[in-house]
């Protein structure tokens, strides 16, 4: 996740992602998230990420930030990081402001977010996904089991008889 070390949001999306996911590895990339230095920070933080994605089995990115003026999340408006998002390689989900804040942002990344929270709710959708179908596989792995004992059983008596 790539938001700000010292707001909500991270603490947020660790504890929503892990109530969800809990074996899931989170790693933080500090920004700052307001003001003319964030956008150059946010684009440098996404090419780390970018440079690290293979050997840390980095799967998508949360990028973040809390709600705020239209002054305070300017950042996310900027050219160079939409244009940077929009052609990054791996998934990127944003979760800027609250549900009734829009950026650039939001517009160019894979997935729009209403809330950093909901963020995390997103990324952890795949790990729900494949829990129910292992269920799903599970059951009717069972009912296979049962059903196969059950003819054994009958032909082991039908040949005993």
Not at 13 to 34: D, F, G, K
């Amino acid at each position: 996740m790539i938001t700000s070390a010292d707001g909500a949001v991270q603490h947020d999306i660790e504890r929503t992602a892990r109530e969800l996911w809990p074996s899931i590895e989170l790693i933080l990339i500090p920004v700052p998230v307001q003001g003319e230095v964030a956008a150059p920070a946010i684009i440098r933080a996404i090419n780390a990420v970018h440079r690290v994605a293979a050997q840390r089995g980095i799967e998508a990115v949360i990028l973040a930030r809390g709600g705020g003026s239209l002054e305070d999340l300017w950042a996310f408006n900027n050219e160079s990081l939409a244009r940077e998002i929009f052609d990054y390689p791996l998934p990127i989900i944003s979760g800027i402001g609250h549900e009734i804040d829009f950026t650039i942002t939001d517009f160019v990344a894979d997935l729009r977010a209403p809330t950093p929270t909901a963020a995390a709710e997103l990324a952890t959708e795949y790990y729900f996904q494949l829990s129910d179908r292992l269920e799903e596989w599970k059951a009717n792995l069972g009912h296979l089991v049962q059903s196969k004992l059950t003819e054994n059983c009958l032909l082991y008596t039908s040949d005993a008889a």
